[in-house]
């Protein structure tokens, strides 16, 4: 009995209330406009310089690279312009040493050789070991690639972008500690390893895994809707969305299609509230910033995100064992266990070490309503090295890890519904669903997590139980692959706006000569 009620103190303490939830959303939207105004801000709201979202008739072969946190991804993706795609694509994780180095062409080095092995691999046909030019005066250097993959390069970390394949890294998160590379241009630093290898690829376009996203879910989403807001819920979290050009105040440097009246922002909302002005800050919360690579900031990542939430989740635990008054993992004897045995945690469990509890452990103490607990309490053995752990135990277990999970939900409502008021778009006549593409392993595996945000949506002042309801929610699968691709098309086809201008300019140019000619002639002969 004093496990379930220690445990229930524990718990409450992570309710995140609708009054919590409403005064989220008001600070939300008071630091996204900040973003639009200045920088150096919590949220950073960064220009993608990308003008507008697809509509599904896009057609072409792109190749795309995630680098989105633990992984990295390779993939070649076909278009088929009917919303449909035909995607390839090869996974690695990163070693660890890669993510925390002092030179910055040891991650890029790597991967641009996981580059070159998925060409050999899956276009072999297209592969050359070197890039064949012609002559040509389409472009003003004199030469055009030929068979060259236009890659789009996802990079899932903050960076002050300056054109559509063009952005300096401004800091890294999830776990990368690089310093090396910050202040640079990332592009760049992939396309310079590329080029040591000769590979037939030209970086065409920097894309956020979350602008990817919202790419991506637009080119496939049903109906003649398209989407607002691509989110990513996973090892991080963050956001982008379609703003109003005539809401960005502050300067916008390069070019960009001024067409539209729109542009894409990506939000980098994993640092909304660094300051601590509405966001639950428990002694959890605490301990596990203080212990980070990144203290103080990625505040809102750190209550959201799959990486961090298991940590959460151990940190509570740990602090359980160390309570003399209650009995968690622990039994006197086998009277006390449901088992007919005694509790016994290996010295190497993963609960005694930062990190060693995976949030996917919490996916299965959701998922698992039988009396007996018993997929948790086996999965508490498999992964965490806990053997023959009570029925109270496993309860106690279940309910931290589904406290700590269903605030991740509700703070995730927090920026959703702060976007969608943003818009506009619940305002606007008609009852046409506000779509809302989204990725990331807790939104596709953590059950009810879209239900637990739906709850909160439908509390927030200005959405509603009805509003909520025009809200759709859809799994943008493969987002950043596809995405990326988009993005590298609508990069490729601005290159050949390009060459579009240069060939006006020289007609352009020729008429002039010629004319002048034709006038220094006249004059000539008047002269005479």
Same mark, same amino acid.
């Given at each position: 009995?004093?496990?379930?009620?220690?445990?229930?103190?524990?718990?409450?303490?992570?309710?995140?209330?609708d009054e919590?939830?409403?005064?989220?959303?008001?600070?939300?939207?008071?630091? /996204?406009?900040?973003?639009?105004?200045?920088?150096?801000t919590?949220?950073?709201?960064?220009?993608?310089?990308?003008?507008?979202?697809?509509?599904?008739?896009?057609?072409g072969?792109?190749?795309?690279?995630?680098?989105?946190?633990?992984?990295?991804?390779?993939?070649?993706?076909?278009?088929?312009?009917?919303?449909?795609?035909?995607?390839?694509?090869?996974?690695?994780?990163?070693?660890?040493?890669?993510?925390?180095?002092?030179?910055?062409?040891?991650l890029?080095?790597?991967?641009?050789?996981?580059?070159?092995?998925?060409?050999?691999?899956?276009?072999?046909?297209?592969?050359?070991?070197?890039?064949?030019?012609?002559?040509?005066?389409?472009?003003?250097?004199?030469?055009?690639?030929?068979?060259?993959?236009?890659?789009?390069?996802?990079?899932?970390?903050?960076?002050?972008?300056?054109?559509?394949?063009?952005?300096?890294? /401004?800091?890294?998160?999830?776990?990368?500690?690089?310093?090396?590379?910050?202040?640079?241009d990332?592009?760049?630093?992939?396309?310079?390893?590329?080029?040591?290898?000769?590979?037939?690829v030209?970086?065409?376009?920097?894309v956020?895994?979350?602008?990817?996203?919202?790419?991506?879910r637009?080119?496939t989403?049903?109906?003649?809707?398209?989407?607002?807001?691509?989110?990513?819920?996973?090892?991080?979290?963050n956001?982008?969305?379609v703003?109003?050009?005539?809401?960005?105040?502050k300067?916008?440097?390069?070019?960009?299609?001024?067409?539209?009246?729109? /542009?894409?922002?990506n939000?980098e909302?994993?640092?909304?509230?660094?300051?601590?002005?509405?966001?639950?800050?428990?002694?959890?919360?605490?301990?596990?910033d203080?212990?980070?690579?990144?203290?103080?900031?990625q505040?809102?990542?750190?209550?959201?995100s799959? /990486?961090?939430l298991?940590?959460?989740?151990?940190?509570?635990?740990v602090?359980?064992?160390?309570?003399?008054?209650?009995s968690?993992?622990?039994?006197?004897?086998?009277?006390q266990?449901?088992?007919?045995?005694?509790?016994?945690?290996?010295?190497?469990?993963?609960?005694?070490?930062?990190?060693g509890l995976?949030?996917?452990?919490?996916?299965?103490?959701?998922?698992?309503?039988?009396?007996?607990?018993s997929?948790?309490?086996?999965?508490?053995?498999?992964?965490?090295?806990?053997?023959?752990?009570?029925?109270?135990?496993?309860?106690?277990?279940?309910?931290?890890?589904?406290?700590?999970?269903?605030?991740?939900?509700?703070?995730?409502?927090?920026?959703?519904g702060?976007?969608?008021?943003?818009?506009?778009?619940l305002?606007?006549?008609?009852?046409?669903?506000?779509?809302i593409?989204?990725?990331?392993?807790?939104?596709?595996?953590?059950?009810?997590?879209?239900?637990?945000?739906?709850?909160?949506?439908?509390?927030?002042?200005?959405?509603?139980?009805?509003?909520?309801k025009?809200?759709?929610?859809?799994?943008?699968?493969?987002g950043?692959?596809?995405g990326?691709?988009?993005?590298?098309?609508?990069?490729?086809?601005?290159?050949?706006?390009?060459?579009?201008?240069?060939l006006?300019?020289?007609?352009?140019?020729?008429?002039?000569?010629?004319?002048?000619?034709?006038?220094?002639?006249?004059?000539?002969?008047t002269?005479?």
């Amino acid at each position: 009995m004093a496990l379930a009620e220690e445990t229930k103190r524990i718990t409450a303490q992570f309710e995140y209330t609708d009054e919590d939830v409403n005064k989220g959303v008001k600070e939300f939207l008071r630091q /996204m406009n900040e973003g639009l105004e200045h920088d150096h801000t919590s949220l950073s709201q960064i220009p993608t310089y990308v003008t507008g979202v697809p509509n599904g008739t896009e057609k072409g072969l792109y190749l795309a690279v995630d680098l989105g946190g633990t992984n990295f991804r390779v993939c070649s993706i076909h278009l088929n312009g009917d919303t449909t795609f035909n995607l390839t694509y090869s996974k690695i994780a990163i070693p660890k040493e890669m993510m925390v180095t002092d030179n910055a062409n040891n991650l890029f080095g790597f991967l641009a050789k996981q580059i070159e092995l998925f060409l050999k691999t899956h276009h072999e046909d297209h592969f050359e070991a070197h890039v064949r030019r012609r002559q040509t005066v389409s472009t003003p250097e004199g030469y055009r690639d030929e068979q060259i993959f236009r890659l789009g390069f996802t990079f899932s970390f903050p960076v002050r972008q300056v054109g559509i394949n063009k952005g300096t890294l /401004m800091r890294w998160t999830k776990g990368f500690d690089i310093p090396d590379a910050v202040g640079k241009d990332v592009c760049a630093l992939l396309q310079q390893e590329i080029d040591k290898l000769r590979l037939p690829v030209k970086v065409a376009a920097l894309v956020n895994d979350t602008v990817g996203t919202l790419m991506a879910r637009s080119y496939t989403s049903p109906g003649k809707t398209s989407t607002l807001l691509g989110a990513i819920f996973g090892t991080g979290t963050n956001g982008a969305y379609v703003e109003k050009v005539t809401n960005i105040k502050k300067p916008v440097e390069g070019d960009y299609d001024k067409s539209t009246g729109l /542009m894409v922002i990506n939000t980098e909302w994993g640092s909304f509230d660094n300051q601590l002005n509405v966001l639950p800050n428990t002694s959890y919360d605490i301990e596990l910033d203080k212990n980070s690579v990144n203290p103080g900031i990625q505040i809102f990542e750190k209550r959201v995100s799959g /990486m961090f939430l298991g940590e959460i989740v151990r940190l509570v635990i740990v602090d359980m064992l160390k309570n003399p008054k209650i009995s968690l993992f622990k039994d006197e004897n086998s009277s006390q266990n449901d088992w007919k045995s005694t509790t016994t945690m290996d010295a190497a469990s993963g609960v005694f070490r930062q990190w060693g509890l995976d949030s996917s452990i919490m996916s299965i103490a959701a998922a698992d309503n039988t009396p007996d607990q018993s997929s948790l309490r086996q999965e508490l053995e498999k992964e965490l090295q806990i053997y023959a752990a009570s029925l109270e135990d496993a309860q106690a277990f279940r309910a931290v890890a589904n406290a700590v999970g269903r605030r991740a939900a509700r703070l995730s409502a927090v920026a959703l519904g702060a976007v969608v008021l943003q818009s506009g778009k619940l305002s606007e006549p008609g009852d046409e669903p506000v779509d809302i593409g989204v990725d990331g392993s807790l939104v596709e595996h953590y059950p009810f997590f879209r239900d637990m945000i739906y709850e909160a949506l439908a509390a927030i002042d200005g959405i509603g139980p009805a509003g909520a309801k025009r809200i759709r929610i859809g799994i943008a699968k493969d987002g950043s692959g596809v995405g990326a691709a988009l993005i590298a098309l609508v990069a490729a086809n601005m290159e050949k706006k390009g060459v579009v201008d240069y060939l006006n300019y020289i007609r352009n140019d020729v008429v002039q000569k010629v004319s002048s000619a034709f006038s220094s002639v006249e004059e000539e002969s008047t002269v005479v």
